[in-house]
DNA sequence: AGATTTCTGATTTACGTACATCAGAAATTC
DNA sequence: GAATTTCTGATGTACGTAAATCAGAAATCT
C-alpha cells in the first residue's frame, strides 16, 4: 500500500499537523524538525494523492478564453474545444468564461484583454495578435498575477507564461518540403494565400514554407503572397483570379483558414487533380476534399490538445508549479487521404 | 456549487441511502423511487466526482502485460511506457506485471497468457502474434472475466475487447502514396522488408501499401518481400545484398523494426541520397537518419499513446463501463525532417 | 390478521488530505 | 528565573462518495 500522511508522521516520530506544516510548507516547524520530516518522506517515497488533496481545499480555478469570431470552421472547432473543456469543469474544478472578439481587430482584442483583467480570473488563454497594445494587456495581467497562455497564435514580445500552439515555422517547412517533392519532376509556379500577415502563425508559416522550398525546389517560382483574411468567400475570388492569371499554376499552399474557398476554386475550375494543394487544419470540408483528392496534403494542429494543453498549464502556473515542456508540446499531424482518421474531424 | 449526493438526497425526499443504491445500481429500490431519485439526478445535472468515489473505493486494478523480446528499439520504447505507467500506478490505482516472451513466439506467447491467467488479474494487454493457440489462450483469459486489449499487433478472431494500435493497411497505404509520389518522374524498383508475416500489423501494412503503390505508381514494380525479424543485423545484410543486386533500386519501404540495418546498409552502400526510404517507428536512430536526409518520411505509432489507451480501456472493462470508440483511436503520424517533435523520441 | 419478504431511512465509518484551533512543551529573550 | 516567543502535538471538521449495519415501514403472501 502506498504511504500516506500518517506512515510520514509515525516514521518521523512526529504529529499529522508537522507533517502537513513541512508538507504545504507553512510556518512553525524547526528547521531539525523539518529535516527529519523531509527524511521520512523521501525514504518512504511519498507522494500526495492529488485527487484527496484536490477533494480536501475544494480548489476551482476561474479562466477566461479569449477567442476571434468569423466564419472559418478552425476557430468554430476551437469554440467547440472549450465548450467542452467547459462541460469537463465540474471534474476538473475550473470555472471558464469565453471571450468572443472580432477577428484581426488588434483593438479589440486589447480591450477584450482588460475586460478579462477586471474578472480577476486565475488565468487567460488567448489567440493573440502580434501587436503593441495587445502586449501591453498581456503584460497588465501578468502584473496582476494571472498566469496567460497565448493559443494557436503566439506573442513573442510579451511575458506570456505559455505558448499552446504548434511551431508554424517548421508547419511551414513540412509543407514546402512536401509541395517540392510532390511537384518533383513538374514545371509551374507556386501561390501562396495567407489569412493575414498580423497574425504571428501566418508570418511564421510562410517563412518555413519558402525555406524549404528554396532548399528542395530550388528553381520554383512562387508567386507574391495574397491575403484573404480567413475568409472563404474572399479567398475563393483571389484564388479564382490566380488560377485565371496563371496558366502555368503548378502548386497552391493555404496556410491559413478558408478552405472552402481554395476547394471551390480549384473545382469551379476543374483544376482539382491537376495543381497540386496543401492546406491547413483538418475540417469536415477539408477532410472531403483530400479524400477526394483536390486537396493533395493537409496539415493539422489538435484544437482539441492546444485547448487542453492550455488548461493544464494554467491551472500548474496559477498554483506556482512548473510544468513539463515535452508534454505540453502541440506536435504539427500531417493527413494525406489514406490517414485520415475516421471520425468526423 | 456542483451538486452531491445530498443535494439529491433532499431534491428526491429520499436518503443517501437510496440514492446510493441507484447510483451504484444496488438491489433494494422500489422503481417509483429509482425513478425518482433518477429525475432529481439529471434535474439537479449531477455528476458523480471520480476522484472521490475512487479515494472512498480505494480500488485497485491488477494489469498484466506481454511484450515480445528482442533488440529492435520500439519493443524497448514500449516497455519503457509499461515502466513509466508502473511509476504513475499508485495515482492511477493500478498494480502492473510485466511478462517478457520471445519475439515471434507463438506457444511462448500462448504459454505466458495462460501464466496471466493464473495471476488472475482484471487485464491483459498483449502485443498478439496472429495464431491458433494465442486465439485459444485470450479467449480463456476472456471466459474467466478478464479484460483483454491487444497491443500494437491484434487478434482479429479472437475475443479481445479492443486493439489499442494504429490501423496497420491505413499505414501502409500512407506509405506506398508516399513513395509513389516521392519517386513520381523516376523510373526504378521498389524493395520491401518485413519483420514477418506471422504478425497481423505487418501483413496489413503489407496489403495497404500494395494496393496504394498501384494506385499512386501503377507500373511500378515491386520486388519480393524479404523478412529480416525485426533484427538490425539480419534486415542489414538482406538489404545490402538487394541494393547491390538491383541497379535500379530507386525505393525501400521498411514495414517492420530493424531501422538501423536499414540506415546502415544504405549508408555503406552511399546510397542514403539516391534511394527513397520510408520506415516505421520514431526511434534515436530513426530519428537522425531522417534528420540527415537516409530516410525519406517516418510513419509512427505513439506507444506512450498505446500503452495509456490500453490501460483506460482495461479499467474501464473491468467495471463493465462502455469506452468512448473516438477517443481511443491512435493516430497514425507521419515525420519529414521538417516536423520531427524536438525532444529526443 | 399475522408472518414474511422487500424496500427505505438513519447513522456510522472510511478513504487521504487540508486546515483550523488550542494547549502544552521547548527555546529564546530579558 | 520569569516572561515571552516559537515550536509541536492533539484533536476535530471538512471535502464527496462508498459501503455496511440496523431498525422500521411498506408491500406481499398465507
Given at each position: 500500500m502506498r504511504p500516506t500522511v500518517h506512515d510520514i508522521a509515525a516514521k518521523a516520530g512526529v504529529s499529522l499537523a508537522t507533517v502537513d506544516r513541512v508538507l504545504n510548507n507553512r510556518?512553525?516547524?524547526?528547521g531539525v524538525t523539518r529535516d527529519k520530516v523531509e527524511r521520512a518522506i523521501t525514504t518512504l517515497g511519498y507522494v500526495r494523492d492529488v485527487a484527496a488533496a484536490n477533494l480536501a481545499k475544494s480548489r476551482i480555478y476561474p479562466l477566461v478564453f479569449i477567442l476571434p469570431e468569423g466564419d472559418n470552421t478552425f476557430m468554430r472547432g476551437l469554440a467547440a474545444e472549450v465548450e467542452a473543456a467547459k462541460v469537463r469543469s465540474a471534474i476538473e474544478r475550473t470555472a471558464i468564461t469565453m471571450l468572443s472578439v472580432p477577428a484581426f481587430d488588434r483593438a479589440a482584442l486589447a480591450a477584450a484583454l482588460e475586460k478579462a483583467r477586471t474578472l480577476a480570473p486565475a488565468g487567460v488563454a488567448v489567440v493573440a495578435i502580434d501587436a503593441p497594445e495587445v502586449v501591453a494587456a498581456v503584460d497588465r495581467l501578468r502584473e496582476d498575477g494571472i498566469a496567460v497562455v497565448t493559443l494557436v497564435?503566439?506573442?513573442?514580445?510579451?511575458?506570456?507564461?505559455h505558448f499552446a500552439g504548434v511551431d508554424n515555422i517548421a508547419a511551414g517547412r513540412t509543407a514546402g518540403t512536401l509541395m517540392g517533392r510532390f511537384l518533383s519532376g513538374r514545371e509551374g509556379s507556386v501561390a501562396i494565400v495567407a489569412?493575414?500577415?498580423?497574425?504571428r502563425d501566418h508570418r511564421d508559416r510562410l517563412e518555413g514554407f519558402s525555406a524549404a522550398m528554396a532548399e528542395s525546389a530550388p528553381g520554383r517560382r512562387l508567386l507574391p503572397v495574397v491575403e484573404g483574411h480567413d475568409d472563404p468567400a474572399e479567398v475563393e475570388k483571389l484564388l479564382s483570379g490566380l488560377v485565371a492569371d496563371h496558366a502555368d499554376l503548378a502548386g497552391i499552399y493555404?496556410?491559413?483558414?478558408g478552405n472552402r474557398g481554395l476547394i471551390a476554386a480549384l473545382e469551379k475550375a476543374g483544376r482539382q487533380a491537376d495543381i497540386c494543394a496543401i492546406a491547413h487544419e483538418l475540417t469536415p470540408h477539408s477532410r472531403a476534399a483530400l479524400a477526394s483528392g483536390t486537396l493533395d496534403a493537409l496539415l493539422n494542429q489538435d484544437a482539441g490538445h492546444e485547448v487542453r494543453s492550455a488548461i493544464r498549464v494554467l491551472k500548474a502556473r496559477a498554483d506556482g508549479l512548473a510544468v513539463i515542456g515535452a508534454q505540453e508540446r502541440i506536435r504539427i499531424e500531417i493527413f494525406l487521404r489514406d490517414n485520415l482518421p475516421v471520425e468526423p474531424a
Open positions: 510556518p512553525g516547524v524547526r497564435s503566439d506573442l513573442p514580445g510579451s511575458s506570456r507564461d489569412g493575414a500577415m498580423l497574425v493555404s496556410l491559413g483558414a
